[in-house]
């Protein structure tokens, strides 16, 4: 909006949001090394082990708001759900949904609907599910080279000017 470059990396979690897709554990790979590291113990635990409550582990979540610790429950009675063999890739899951997904849905949904109203088409989810991660970042970007101007000026679509007015001729020419 104010011609200011910024250079901002998203994670593949908020990626796959933003495309509408669904976030696993092996998303937050780079988001959140801590939580991907202590997911993946959990689901590599011996069952014997998890099973014995060594991990004292229930469906809840804990969270800082405002300087008070919240306590969230992961589903309804997760309280009292103890997290054990049959259930810790579901734990997990729930998890990361909530600390990659619900909490942060509001920002998400706000984020989404301003970067629609930059494209044409107007529908993000659209446009980002026909693109890997990268791409978008190739888009977000570039990719360190030249433009090339001609196919540039072959593919340019001229809405209230056309390609002989004065400011566009302008434009080429400084753009050369």
């Known amino acids: 909006m104010h011609r200011v470059q910024i250079n901002v990396l998203f994670s593949l979690a908020f990626f796959k949001q933003l495309a509408g897709l669904s ?3 092996n998303d937050i790979r780079d988001a959140d090394p801590e939580l991907y590291e202590s ?4 689901l590599l635990m011996d ?21 008070i610790m919240k306590t969230i429950e ?15 890739s579901v734990y997990v899951e ?29 529908n993000i ?11 978008f970042d190739s888009v977000l970007h570039g990719n360190n080279q030249d433009i090339g101007l001609e196919d540039w000026k072959l593919h340019t679509e001229y809405h209230e000017y056309d390609q002989s007015d ?10 050369n």
Not at 166 to 175: D, G, K, L, N, T
Request: some cysteine; glycine content about 8%.
């Open 47 to 67: 069952d014997e082990e998890i099973d014995s409550d060594v991990l004292g582990l229930t469906f809840i979540y804990e969270e800082e708001q405002l300087g």
């Open 94 to 122: 729930y998890m990361v949904q909530q600390r990659f997904v619900t909490c942060v849905i509001e920002q998400v949904k706000s984020f989404a609907q301003g970067f629609s109203e930059l494209m044409t088409s107007g």
């Open 74 to 88: 992961l589903c309804p009675g997760g309280k009292d759900i103890i997290v054990d063999s049959k259930n810790r």
């Open 125 to 135: 989810e659209h446009f980002l599910k026909g693109l890997d991660p990268e791409d």
């Open 166 to 175: 004065e400011q566009i001729i302008w434009f080429w020419q400084v753009s």
């Open 23 to 25: 976030v696993s554990w």
């Open 39 to 42: 997911c993946r113990k959990i």
